[in-house]
């Protein structure tokens, strides 16, 4: 079987059939909640604004009071520390004890310090120095006037407490960075000293590297000189042995002069064998090729020939010598390359003398130097450790005499700081608006859930009716 479909009029006709019962529930409901709301004791906030000003505390660090002093602005920290000391059962304490002091009336309406202590909402504004500081109290407690005076009065003694605690803690550190201070005049004036002591032993680290790079440049200088030296010691040993050489080539005399003249003997002799080559000739014309006597004269010729050969050297001659200019221009040229080796070993060897004194020098200045530096950079650090010391307990000092009101910055003079670093921007007013019971905001949900409450009675009613 199909189900109706159900259309907005049939729910409308459901609430038109059931009007009377929805309007009765948003009546009892709405009633109820009114009468309920204003028989709810009327509560009243008071609220005040204050302003804090940087470094009321010593917990801070001098590098952040100098940034925070001059800049005008106050740390987290602080602001979370002021905020919590709102809180503190101690200081509620004091709020009441100095209202009952004072007979003020209607103290004897104040709820219990745990009771305030719930009720105070302490809130820092964010971005700002500022904390707002507000309390609520019903009419049985005092209501509006009371809250405000309670309020004025709990940022009052907070202010009393924060400068009394500077105070006394600016005091006590005074006395104490003084002690401190003195006793480090002492041990830097020591320091000084043991420095000056030092350095009239051994000088200035700027002299030591002077010293250092002075000798280093000797060094090089000697080494470069004894290069130098050594290449001329090798050339010239070069030149003698290309000189010997040359030496070997050239004699050491030479031929000046000669006379020549023939060898009369030899003359004799070809002369001779001359007469007998004509007698040939002349017995072949005479008596043919076949005559004895040619036969004896052709011996002769033989004969006479081979004494000819005997007779070696044609002429006789007579030689005159002398020294070479050559042979004389090398050897000379020997002689100087002989001295100027002779020189260069000599030279050499006083740089290897200079040499050996400038490394031994050297390595005693390279060896005495790091033990040198470390005294004198102990020495130093320690006087700089001193000199940091001073600056911070310094910074301290200042920072104690502008808690306590002793010193000026741009003219104006801290005591004029307000009291425990917090001034009040806006103090507490009586409020004649309670902020509880909020009655029309009751109403309104009441309206709601009377007629939420109403429908769904309804459409429960129709839902049953339907089924039987």
Same mark, same amino acid.
């Given at each position: 079987m199909a189900q109706k479909e159900v259309h907005l009029r049939? %729910?409308?006709a459901v609430i038109h059939k059931h009007d009377f019962l929805v309007f009765l529930s948003f009546l009892i409901i709405l009633g109820s909640a009114l009468i309920v709301g204003l028989r709810i004791p009327k509560t009243y906030e008071a609220?005040?604004?204050?302003?804090v000003y940087p470094n009321t505390n010593f917990n801070t660090p001098s590098d952040n009071l100098f940034q925070s002093m001059f800049s005008g602005g106050a740390n987290r920290t602080e602001m979370e520390t002021i905020n919590r000391w709102l809180l503190t059962e101690s200081l509620l304490?004091?709020?009441?004890?100095n209202l009952e002091q004072n007979k003020m009336r209607g103290v004897e309406y104040f709820p219990s310090v745990g009771v305030l202590k719930r009720r105070i909402h302490a809130e820092i504004v964010p971005d700002t120095r500022w904390i707002s500081v507000s309390i609520r109290m019903t009419e049985q407690e005092g209501g509006e006037r009371n809250a405000a005076i309670f309020i004025n009065n709990l940022v009052e003694m907070l202010q009393n407490v924060l400068d009394e605690e500077q105070s006394s803690e600016a005091q006590l550190r005074m006395s104490v960075i003084k002690k401190e201070l003195?006793?480090?005049?002492v041990s830097l004036s020591e320091q000084?000293?043991?420095l000056l002591a030092f350095m009239k032993q051994y000088g200035m680290p700027n002299l030591w590297y002077e010293r250092l790079s002075q000798k280093l440049t000797e060094r090089r200088?000697?080494?470069?000189?004894?290069?130098?030296? %050594?290449?001329?010691l090798s050339n010239s040993e070069i030149e003698l042995d290309k000189l010997?050489?040359?030496l070997e080539n050239y004699p050491e005399l030479v031929e000046y002069s000669r006379t020549i003249s023939d060898n009369p003997l030899w003359i004799k002799q070809v002369t001779d064998l001359d007469d007998i080559e004509v007698k040939i000739a002349d017995t072949k014309a005479r008596l043919g090729p076949e005559s004895p006597d040619l036969k004896g004269l052709e011996a002769q010729k033989h004969e006479r020939e081979a004494r000819l050969q005997n007779y070696i050297n044609k002429t006789t001659y007579s030689i005159t010598h002398t020294l070479s200019p050559t042979h004389l221009s090398l050897l000379d040229s020997k002689i100087n390359a002989e001295i100027n080796i002779l020189r260069s070993k000599n030279r050499l060897q006083q740089y290897d003398t200079r040499l050996e004194k400038v490394d031994g020098e050297l390595a005693q200045l390279i060896s005495s130097i790091p033990e040198t530096q470390f005294k004198f950079n102990q020495i130093a650090k320690e006087i700089d450790s001193l000199y940091d010391m001073s600056r911070e307990l310094y910074k301290q000092k200042i920072e104690a005499q502008m808690l306590m009101g002793r010193s000026e910055y741009d003219g104006s003079n801290l005591s004029n700081r307000p009291k425990g670093g917090i001034s009040v921007v806006d103090k507490a007013q009586p409020q004649k608006i309670p902020v509880s019971p909020r009655l029309l905001f009751i109403a309104a949900i009441a309206t709601?859930?009377?007629?939420?409450?109403?429908?769904g009675t309804a459409f429960m009613l129709d839902y049953f009716d339907n089924i039987s």
């Open positions: 049939d %729910y409308l609220s005040t604004l204050i302003l304490h004091s709020v009441i004890e003195d006793a480090l005049k000084e000293q043991k200088d000697v080494v470069e000189q004894r290069e130098q030296v %050594y290449a001329a010997q050489k040359e709601i859930a009377g007629i939420a409450i109403g429908l």
